[in-house]
């Protein structure tokens, strides 16, 4: 598959992005380069990290070979990363920003992000206000959060006057959470999944592998597809080269009315419920 292949959508400030990009969480060094060698090779153009994950370096050495070595241009890519909890604050948030640009070696971001909301800290709106200064300046083309729940996404929009052009939840089949992507769609704001895959808890499904047998599809292609249907970007994560690839081909899946009949039937299912921290109350 290649590049043109991928769908994008336009963000609420213009900007196009490629609906699926590469998450790279828990991966580092020659293993995340590989990759991403992978990832640029098959076609994907975006690819996501945050300064948590301790691996902007490695992935700013990765994307600049291959820009060095003419696979790539710059302004092909969309990378994004994220301000982590201790990086909050107006103050916080300009240096945490230089810090990961000069990290990922690179001279503009396409993406920032705040990592979470933690409402308890109550810095989540100075502190994307703070982001949207940077914008600004010209130094990001887009700002958005992540984990952000109805109330806080509802209180940062009417306090800081600022719409995130993308909000990044945990977001799988059996927790597409509607009610939020509903608000999305209202505000004008693209709803992204991290964990689109449900850290492989749905793929053993015997709906999904029907599906998937139907399509000569993977049961992660379908879940994949099943987001993307649903106007969802998706950001999986893989180490492995030929899983990389595989999960780029859900663009490519056609999932009829049947199909996702069954899929939305799998909406509120205990087994495929939250997998990690409630933002409402993380990390205390």
């Known amino acids: 598959m290649t590049n043109a292949q991928i769908p994008t959508v336009e963000l609420n400030d213009g900007t196009e992005m490629p609906l699926v990009g590469m998450g790279t969480?828990?991966?580092?060094?020659?293993?995340?380069?590989?990759?991403?060698?992978?990832?640029?090779?098959?076609?994907?153009?975006?690819?996501?990290?945050?300064?948590?994950?301790?691996?902007?370096?490695?992935?700013g050495a990765a994307v600049n070979?291959?820009?060095?070595?003419?696979?790539?241009?710059?302004?092909?890519?969309?990378?994004?990363?994220?301000?982590?909890n201790d990086e909050q604050g107006a103050e916080e948030i300009p240096q945490a920003f230089r810090r990961s640009l000069k990290r990922l070696g690179l001279d503009?971001?396409?993406?920032?992000?705040?990592?979470?909301?933690?409402?308890?800290?109550?810095?989540?709106?100075?502190?994307f206000?703070?982001?949207?200064?940077?914008?600004?300046?010209?130094d990001v083309q887009s700002i958005g959060v992540c984990n952000?729940?109805?109330?806080?996404?509802?209180?940062?929009?009417s306090k800081t006057g600022v719409t995130p052009a993308v909000n990044q939840v945990e977001m799988h089949v059996g927790f597409t959470q509607p009610k939020l992507r509903a608000l999305h769609d209202k505000l004008g704001i693209v709803s992204q999944a991290w964990a689109p895959l449900g850290r492989g808890v749905p793929l053993n499904d015997p709906d999904i592998k029907?599906?998937?047998?139907?399509?000569?599809?993977?049961?992660?292609?379908?879940?994949?597809?099943y987001l993307l249907h649903l106007g969802v970007s998706v950001i999986p994560k893989s180490a492995d080269a030929q899983r990389v690839v595989n999960n780029l081909g859900a663009a490519g899946v056609e999932l009829d009315r049947k199909d996702l009949d069954v899929l939305d039937a799998l909406e509120g299912r205990a087994e495929y419920g939250r997998l990690s921290n409630d933002p409402r109350t993380y990390p205390g």
């Open 25 to 59: 969480y828990k991966l580092h060094g020659e293993e995340l380069k590989a990759a991403v060698r992978a990832a640029l090779e098959a076609g994907y153009r975006h690819i996501d990290t945050a300064s948590f994950y301790g691996n902007e370096e490695d992935l």
């Open 65 to 84: 070979d291959a820009i060095a070595a003419g696979d790539v241009e710059r302004e092909e890519l969309f990378i994004a990363t994220k301000a982590w």
């Open 108 to 127: 503009y971001l396409d993406l920032y992000l705040l990592h979470w909301p933690w409402p308890q800290n109550g810095t989540y709106n100075e502190s």
């Open 129 to 138: 206000e703070a982001i949207a200064r940077i914008q600004g300046l010209g």
């Open 148 to 157: 952000f729940y109805e109330e806080v996404l509802e209180d940062l929009v």
């Open 210 to 225: 029907a599906i998937g047998a139907r399509h000569d599809a993977s049961s992660a292609q379908v879940v994949l597809s």
